[in-house]
């Protein structure tokens, strides 16, 4: 796989799974980057070591780097580079004035914050600097926003290429003919851009999305309706990670516990028989740095 995603609920341990396979990815000889796109920024926790949104290696791996993309900050330089193509089309495809495009141009894009970290992701990979792309994602809601961000967004494209064709229309009827501007060839790459992530996330042979979670009802719950969610989008799941598993029974809590834990991973197993279900221990202390992460990386497959 050139690229997986690990997701799920907030605080079933998305971002250790995540580290722990760059570092299982890393020690057989791949060039690996991890990409953290959680606003919390939790991956610089889980490696013991600042990242930041420029790529660093890790500390002490050899084929191991890091970085953390920021949405926001993709989207305000997406703005500022296509702001006059933008401001364009609305002057000549609306009656606005420019007071109105610049309030209508501050307006929010449903899905184009998290379109722009993703496009970070596929410039990344299309620098072909590493063999293997790992992403850290946000919790399920921020997750699927993210997934569904190139639907959004070529709703907008079809919006926006409809209004400039009214324009084009309008110029060849009293000039006989249309020149393509700057405005169009946006539209054009912002197209191309929302195919070629749609066209990786659909590539089964070389994304999937690793889902993680734990034995517990609200956390199952979340994790059926993000499993379904993937497969309306048609982006491979293939295998699922049940982290936090009590394995001690030394004590009448921790034989209860267990028991309950066994009767949930036992109805994910029934749910979703063609994923592969990868127990992960319950770990004694917080996982942070690589001696931990190595204890959870013997845990998961290649």
Avoid at 28 to 38: A, E, F, K, R, S
Avoid at 166 to 184: H, I, L
Avoid at 245 to 267: A, M
Wanted: some cysteine; glycine content about 6%.
């Amino acid at each position: 796989m050139k690229l997986t995603l690990f997701g799920g609920k907030g605080g079933v341990g998305k971002t250790t799974c995540a580290a722990a396979a760059g570092l299982r990815s890393a020690q057989n000889q791949c060039p690996t980057l991890v990409i953290c796109t959680d606003p919390a920024h939790s991956l610089a926790d889980s490696l013991d070591q600042t990242v930041g949104g420029e790529i660093k290696p890790v500390k002490e791996v050899e084929n191991l780097s890091a970085i953390e993309v920021n949405s926001k900050k993709a989207l305000e330089e997406f703005k500022t580079q296509h702001e006059d193509e933008i401001k364009n089309i609305l002057d000549t495809s609306t009656h606005l004035d420019d007071e109105d495009i610049d309030s209508m141009f501050q307006l929010p894009i449903p899905g184009m914050d998290e379109l722009m970290g993703f496009k970070t992701i596929v410039d990344l990979i299309d620098e072909g600097k590493f063999e293997r792309y790992i992403v850290d994602t946000a919790p399920t809601g921020h997750a699927l926003r993210l997934l569904n961000s190139p639907y959004l967004i070529d709703d907008w494209i079809k919006v926006m290429a409809k209004m400039r064709w009214k324009y084009r229309y309008m110029v060849q009827s009293f000039s006989g003919k249309y020149t393509p501007d700057k405005s169009d060839d946006f539209l054009m790459s912002l197209k191309k851009t929302v195919k070629r992530i749609e066209k990786m996330l659909r590539n089964d042979s070389e994304s999937e999305f690793v889902v993680v979670t734990i034995p517990e009802p609200m956390a199952i719950l979340e994790t059926e309706r993000l499993l379904l969610e993937l497969d309306e989008f048609g982006i491979a799941a293939r295998r699922l990670i049940v982290n936090s598993v009590l394995e001690s029974d030394g004590c009448e809590f921790c034989r209860e516990r267990r028991k309950i834990q066994q009767e949930h991973i036992g109805r994910l197993k029934q749910r979703f028989n063609n994923l592969t279900i990868v127990p992960v221990p319950l770990q004694a202390r917080p996982v942070v740095g690589m001696a931990a992460l190595n204890r959870i990386m013997d845990y998961l497959p290649d």
